[in-house]
């Protein structure tokens, strides 16, 4: 079945250090990816996407490569700040289907 | 332009009683689905509609659960006879078209954080 695994936290980096949150998917049709960011007390924010293999979806210096031949979509950013500390999710949905698949989601706090 | 909208942020319910949150999606979107989201884990699917119909609710739990979107007026979740199991946070998300369409990405709410006492 369709589903999408992501590296599990919590992540605790230094401010500007470099970030990589990995996530991979398993999908039976033609996926679109996607990256969601939740702050505190809040609903879900969608941070970035691509839809189709090689494509590379971008955002506030979070970027992320579609890799079919991976089966990846790993979350980066070179220099993390403070305010990037929230918990973020890698979901997919594909064309066959209903659903919104998200991973367990991974917690990030960046401390100064 | 408002955005997913959800209430009450927050609803205590003792143990028996019924739970109801709402959700008024994004102007133009006709699609609505509820997860659910258990502390320190992920957002669990529950149902999808779309007006006046239930498209997919393989993720609802069998008894006491259910989700309308009526014609007029915003989704609803009902729980009734709450246990403690249901405290969770529950979030709905928009979109102008089905998830299965690419290019379409969920809108989301802010939730409401049932507590079950």
């Known amino acids: 079945g369709d589903s999408v695994t992501q590296m599990e936290g919590p992540v605790t980096l230094s401010e500007e250090a470099f970030l990589t949150i990995n996530c991979t998917y398993t999908?039976?049709?033609?996926?679109?990816l996607f990256w969601y960011v939740q702050y505190p007390g809040e609903g879900l924010q969608l941070l970035l996407k691509?839809?189709?293999?090689?494509d590379k979806g971008s955002n506030k210096g979070f970027e992320a490569t579609y890799r079919k031949e991976t089966t990846s979509f790993h979350l980066e950013k070179g220099s993390v700040q403070v305010s990037d500390s929230a918990v973020y999710f890698c979901a997919l949905s594909v064309n066959t289907g209903n659903q919104f698949y998200f991973g367990t989601g991974t917690s990030l706090t960046v401390i100064p | 332009n408002a955005g997913v909208m959800q209430n009450p942020r927050h609803l205590v319910r003792r143990r028996g009683q019924e739970a109801r949150l709402r959700c008024s999606p994004m102007?133009?979107?006709?699609?609505v689905y509820w997860y659910r989201q258990l502390p320190e884990e992920g957002l669990k699917f529950m149902v999808y509609?779309?007006?006046?119909?239930?498209?997919?609710e393989s993720g609802m739990p069998k008894e006491r659960f259910s989700a309308e979107f009526p014609k007029e007026g915003p989704s609803i979740l009902r729980i009734q006879q709450v246990v403690r199991g249901d405290s969770a946070a529950y979030f709905c998300a928009s979109s102008p078209q089905a998830s299965g369409q690419r290019n379409s990405p969920l809108h989301f709410g802010n939730g409401t954080r049932l507590t079950v006492t």
């Open positions: 999908a039976t049709g033609y996926p679109s």
């Open positions: 102007k133009g979107h006709s699609h």
């Open positions: 509609l779309q007006k006046e119909n239930i498209i997919d």
């Open positions: 691509a839809t189709k293999a090689d």
